[in-house]
């Protein structure tokens, strides 16, 4: 089995650990939390930056914000070979810092998981992920193993096609479930099938955290553009309705 270290261990990295502990050898780290429960319960060994940096595959599950400290902490400790994976909710940003300050002879795939671990609690077969090759002949390995060993509906692409998409996708559904979440309409009784549906979403969003937010809204090139589209459009409705 090939060694896999995980560097960060939020919702999402411990989510990762369930998925990934019966395919490899699982090593954690967290510069910011006692690991011990999460080794207890998934059996995964937890060791210090230089020898998560020296497994055969590093995931890098750090929000966007920290991606080029974590980068430049483990340069000295990759190995020529290693396959390095982020899975943040943006791409193009995190293909460039990982191409800029990572050793040419390791390689880069970046990937998106299209949904959480409110979304996935029950199971992730069948949920979409994103995949980019950034550098290297890795990721063709990379989509393989998540569709035939995790299931998972494989959507291979480029980080700016990503981004495009993912304006729309998380930049303005995110800040519709913001909105609603501080409009607090958990008190109406009286719900359609829709209203449910719509709020059932929000739930999925609401303990995101304000990094994840301001990640997707802030480090998006596309999403700008998303939002004046967005707020163009309301305006017009406004018009129509005789409210301005």
């Given at each position: 089995?090939?060694?896999?270290?995980?560097?960060?261990?939020?919702?999402?990295?411990?989510?990762?650990?369930?998925?990934?502990?019966?395919?490899?050898?699982?090593?954690?780290?967290?510069?910011?939390?006692?690991?011990?429960?999460?080794?207890?319960?998934?059996?995964?060994?937890?060791?210090?930056?230089?020898?998560?940096?020296?497994?055969?595959?590093?995931?890098?599950?750090v929000?966007?914000?920290?991606?080029?400290?974590?980068?430049?902490?483990?340069?000295?400790?990759?190995?020529?070979?290693?396959?390095?994976?982020?899975?943040?909710?943006?791409?193009?940003?995190?293909?460039?810092?990982?191409?800029?300050?990572?050793?040419?002879?390791?390689?880069?795939?970046?990937?998106h998981?299209?949904?959480?671990?409110?979304?996935?609690?029950r199971?992730?077969?069948?949920?979409?992920?994103?995949?980019?090759?950034?550098?290297g002949?890795?990721?063709?390995?990379?989509a393989?193993?998540?569709?035939?060993?995790?299931?998972?509906?494989?959507?291979?692409?480029?980080?700016d096609?990503?981004?495009?998409?993912?304006?729309?996708?998380?930049?303005?559904?995110?800040?519709?479930?913001?909105?609603l979440?501080?409009?607090?309409?958990?008190?109406?009784?009286?719900?359609?099938?829709t209203?449910d549906?719509?709020?059932?979403?929000?739930?999925?969003?609401?303990?995101?955290?304000?990094?994840?937010?301001?990640?997707?809204?802030?480090?998006?090139?596309?999403?700008t553009?998303?939002?004046?589209?967005?707020?163009?459009?309301?305006?017009s409705?406004?018009k129509?309705?005789?409210?301005r």
């Open positions: 089995m090939q060694t896999l270290g995980i560097i960060g261990i939020g919702a999402f990295g411990e989510f990762m650990i369930r998925h990934l502990a019966p395919f490899f050898k699982v090593r954690v780290y967290d510069r910011d939390r006692d690991l011990s429960p999460v080794a207890d319960v998934y059996n995964v060994t937890i060791v210090d930056l230089a020898a998560c940096a020296g497994c055969d595959i590093v995931v890098l599950a929000p966007v914000q920290g991606l080029a400290g974590v980068a430049e902490a483990i340069k000295p400790h990759l190995r020529k070979g290693t396959l390095v994976i982020d899975v943040c909710s943006v791409k193009i940003k995190p293909a460039e810092i990982l191409q800029r300050l990572l050793p040419a002879e390791v390689d880069i795939v970046c990937t998981p299209l949904f959480g671990p409110q979304s996935g609690r199971s992730i077969a069948g949920l979409k992920i994103t995949v980019c090759n950034v550098r002949k890795k990721g063709a390995g990379v393989r193993f998540l569709a035939e060993r995790l299931l998972l509906d494989v959507i291979e692409t480029t980080p096609q990503h981004d495009r998409e993912l304006a729309y996708v998380q930049g303005l559904t995110h800040l519709l479930g913001k909105i979440v501080q409009l607090d309409l958990t008190e109406i009784r009286q719900t359609t099938k209203f549906l719509v709020m059932e979403a929000v739930g999925f969003m609401q303990h995101d955290s304000d990094q994840l937010f301001k990640a997707i809204e802030q480090e998006n090139p596309y999403v553009e998303a939002h004046e589209r967005f707020f163009r459009a309301a305006e409705l406004e129509q309705l005789g409210k």
